[in-house]
């Protein structure tokens, strides 16, 4: 039998915002009016979260080997982008039933039971029940091992006491999937993880703790679950006992390329009313958009809207593309994206002015939830610190690996090819540890060559190249210490997210520019110009030049969203 056509990740996404409908209009269930209700009210946007149920969009948080729509990662990034663009409470509370399946997804099948439960978990995702990821618990915050949560044995299965706070809908989910010591003296083989489906549990086994109010998302259920003897069937373990902590970490996997999806959003959402705002008003008798700071400042907003498309979309094809890179390449992308779009949207609201701290202002007052809304991203699948520390730990072998690692213009072709669909998700690629070096820097070398063959801006793509030179000289010198990791780690390894950031833009542009026709952002590598600009200052190889960001403005579309993704994919 053929394997059914898998759409490209852009025009799955196109179509399913087209079937939410307008965002301004009244009858639209998903509109402007009711999400600012919802956060006004502190209330879950439960109408518009059964209307993403009706449309769909469970079946994309389900790999189509169990009867969903994931095949391509890229495809659950962009629909989850669309509806982060309209509302990052309904985003994070829908999304949570991906993040809570994940552990599933990510373990090999080894007999006919861990598939039956697999199957299991598709039908109540695609039932519409919420499913939620309860790790954390109090006083241990990111300390999985801390962990004090248990699931003893017993001869009819497994009893589990403890309680798990601040989890994403903890009360509104109908399965936990949690993350509980199996093993008294803990470990790294010491912990479990295990689904409990609390339709099944007696009323006494479980209680769901009060929802904590937050200062952005606000409507979410942030809350908490205890159990008390709560008895589970030794089938609700997902993988071997003892396997937990490897679970999770193959899990976090998707799950911290997933929340790019929410910084996108957030970055259209906050950019559609700066290009908005500067369109309509007048001061001093011109029109903002003709005032050059202003439109050099905004291009420079897109120009990191563009490099954080760039890692996304390598990322996330990654994902079922080139899958054993996601050691690094996931913790570099969570640790980035939502940092840099913190930073945009920050941008934005310095170019709002008054209108950035306004509730009541008509369209501009939805800029101060976006603002609050986005902090949670950098913080929930591991900080910033903590996933840069994922990197650190894995300083030496990208250091070995750059030494010896090259690889070809042809290897990169699968990740940045965006007229290409990637393969379905493999849960076997998924490896805790790379095997040496970081696929699109071992492949910058070629496609700086490919840049300057193609009329690209090769002497800034020459300059990264330098730059990623110097990194890994200091990855190399780096001396891990037992216990205590030095602050100065963290600062090369944000230096080693802006490389890799910058060689996926490279990476983007050489393999899609053929494609994009006379699309004015594409042609003579305009945004790539801008990007490594941008990355290059940072990284201290470089001004900035703001001539660039100026040319960018004077690109921007008017009629169309600006997303180089788009423009690569089906032009």
């Known amino acids: 039998m ?45 109408e518009i979260c059964a209307e993403l149920d009706r449309l769909g969009l469970p079946a994309h948080y389900v790999p189509a080997a169990y009867g969903g ?7 659950l990034v962009q629909v989850l982008r669309t509806v982060a663009g309209r509302d990052l409470t309904t985003a994070v509370g829908h999304a949570k039933t991906f993040l809570g399946s994940a552990s599933v997804w990510a373990r090999v099948p080894r007999d006919e039971a861990d598939t039956a439960q697999a199957r299991r978990l598709a039908g109540t995702v695609l039932a519409g029940i919420p499913v939620c990821w309860a790790l954390t618990e109090p006083g241990h915050g990111s300390d999985l091992m801390g962990g004090e949560v248990t699931a003893v044995r017993r001869d009819d299965g497994y009893r589990v006491d403890g309680t798990k706070w601040l989890i994403n809908n903890a009360t509104r989910a109908g399965v936990v999937c949690l993350l509980a010591r199996t093993e ?105 958009a003709d005032v050059p700071y202003l439109r050099r400042g905004v291009g420079r907003l897109h120009t990191m809207l563009f490099l954080a498309e760039a890692v996304t979309a390598l990322v996330s094809r990654a994902v079922t593309a080139e899958t054993q890179e996601l050691s690094v390449l996931a913790p570099v992308a969570k640790a980035f994206v939502p940092t840099l779009t913190d930073q945009l949207i920050q941008g934005c609201g310095e170019q709002l ?58 290897r990169l072709r699968p990740l940045a090819r965006l007229s290409e669909p990637v393969p379905g998700l493999d849960p076997a690629r998924i490896a805790l540890t790379g095997r040496g070096g970081c696929l699109p820097l071992l492949g910058l070398a070629a496609a700086v060559a490919g840049v300057h063959a193609a009329g690209g801006p090769g002497a800034a793509a020459q300059a990264l190249l330098t730059a990623t030179d110097g990194v890994h000289a200091d990855l190399a010198a780096y001396r891990p210490a037992p216990r205590d990791v030095d602050p100065a780690a963290y600062d090369l390894a944000q230096r080693f997210e802006l490389c890799v950031a910058g060689a996926s833009a490279v990476h983007l ?63």
């Open 69 to 75: 729509e994931l095949r391509g990662f890229d495809t």
């Open 2 to 46: 053929a394997a059914p056509t898998m759409p490209l990740a852009g025009a799955a996404a196109r179509r399913f915002e087209e079937r939410l409908g307008d965002p301004e209009h009244a009858d639209t269930v998903f509109n402007h009016a009711r999400v600012a209700a919802a956060d006004e009210a502190e209330a879950f946007p439960d």
């Open 184 to 288: 008294a003296a803990g470990g790294p083989r010491g912990f479990t993880v295990v689904l409990a489906d609390k339709r099944e549990l007696p009323a006494e086994a479980y209680r769901c703790l009060p929802r904590e109010a937050t200062h952005g998302i606000r409507g979410a259920d942030i809350s908490g679950i205890s159990f008390v003897d709560a008895p589970l069937p030794a089938t609700a373990l997902v993988g071997p006992r003892g396997s937990g902590l490897e679970t999770v970490l193959r899990a976090l996997q998707l799950t911290r390329t997933a929340c790019t999806a929410l910084s996108l959003g957030a970055a259209d959402h906050a950019l559609s009313l700066i290009r908005q705002y500067l369109a309509e008003r007048e001061l001093y008798g011109r029109r903002l």
């Open 509 to 571: 542009w050489l393999h899609n520019h053929d494609r994009a026709g006379d699309d004015p952002l594409w042609r003579d590598g305009l945004w790539l110009e801008a990007v490594l600009a941008w990355v290059l200052h940072r990284l201290g190889a470089g001004p900035e030049g703001t001539d660039v960001y100026e040319r960018v403005f004077a690109a921007l579309s008017p009629d169309r969203r600006p997303s180089i993704l788009e423009a690569g994919e089906t032009a």
């Open 353 to 410: 002015g008054a209108r950035a701290f306004l509730t009541g202002i008509p369209g501009y007052g939805r800029f101060q939830k976006i603002e609050r809304d986005h902090r949670i991203v950098g913080i929930f699948d591991g900080s910033t610190p903590v996933n840069r520390h994922a990197v650190i730990n894995q300083f030496p072998q990208l250091a070995r690996g750059w030494s010896g690692g090259a690889a070809g213009v042809e």
